[in-house]
């Protein structure tokens, strides 16, 4: 069974901080590779894609990802309070079958 | 990014009735949507994958008869949850994919109550 795993914190970074928020999943497959964030209440919001290794860096957010060790990471540069949040991380592994998303680590980020 | 649309953002009903939610898909065509559910602090779980013009796929233990998922066009997904009960209370939220890459974006979600 394909799985995804994350820490499911709570995380908590004081403001200014960088967040390091982890992903580890199962099938080796695997292709593409998504952070979502999810505010109490509200819909997951997509804010990071990666698909090959390496870092891919957008403002604040930097995403890792490590195919041999089955690994991708998510970091938080200058975390702020609105920034306190669920992150899930979500993977696909073929062109037209379902993500799998992991339950999520709840992100707090103290003033 | 892309927009999905879904309402009705929150709805209340009476135990017995039936509830539908829509979603579209604003400005992209989605061959593939998704429907979730999500209790309160807990993750995301899949209720079933809707394909345009074909019948769904519903995921385990999700009952297919109470969960309707029809599919009519590449921008319109709706669920009816039929003779709802208090235990179906929750958080509805629709996904839909785009383009190659395989961007999955959601709905704003529907908190369905039930008396």
């Known amino acids: 069974q394909k799985e995804v795993e994350q820490n499911s914190g709570p995380l908590s970074v004081p403001e200014g901080a960088i967040a390091s928020l982890n992903c580890t999943y199962s099938?080796?497959?695997?292709?593409?590779f998504f952070w979502y964030r999810q505010y109490s209440g509200k819909s997951p919001e997509l804010i990071m894609s990666?698909?090959?290794?390496g870092d891919k860096e957008d403002g604040r957010f930097t995403a890792q990802l490590n195919k041999a060790s089955q690994y991708v990471s998510l970091l938080i540069r200058d975390s702020q309070p609105s920034d306190s949040a669920t992150y899930l991380c979500?993977?696909?592994?073929?062109?037209?079958?379902?993500?799998?998303f992991g339950p999520g680590t709840r992100l707090s980020v103290l003033p | 990014g892309a927009v999905v649309s879904q309402h009705p953002s929150w709805v209340i009903c009476k135990s017995g009735t039936s509830v539908k939610i829509e979603c579209r898909s604003l400005?992209?065509?989605?061959?593939?949507m998704f429907w979730y559910r999500q209790f309160p602090k807990q993750s995301l779980m899949l209720m079933a994958t809707s394909n345009e013009g074909s019948k769904a796929t519903y995921e385990q233990g999700v009952e297919k008869d109470k969960f309707l998922i029809n599919h009519a066009s590449l921008t319109l997904s709706t669920l009816t949850v039929t003779s709802a009960h208090p235990e179906d209370s929750s958080f509805y939220i629709c996904s839909a994919r785009q383009g190659a890459h395989e961007k999955l974006f959601f709905g704003s979600g529907t908190q369905l109550s039930v008396l």
């Open positions: 979500a993977v696909n592994a073929v062109y037209g079958q379902n993500f799998v």
């Open positions: 990666i698909y090959s290794n």
């Open positions: 400005d992209f065509q989605a061959t593939t």
């Open positions: 099938d080796r497959v695997s292709q593409s």
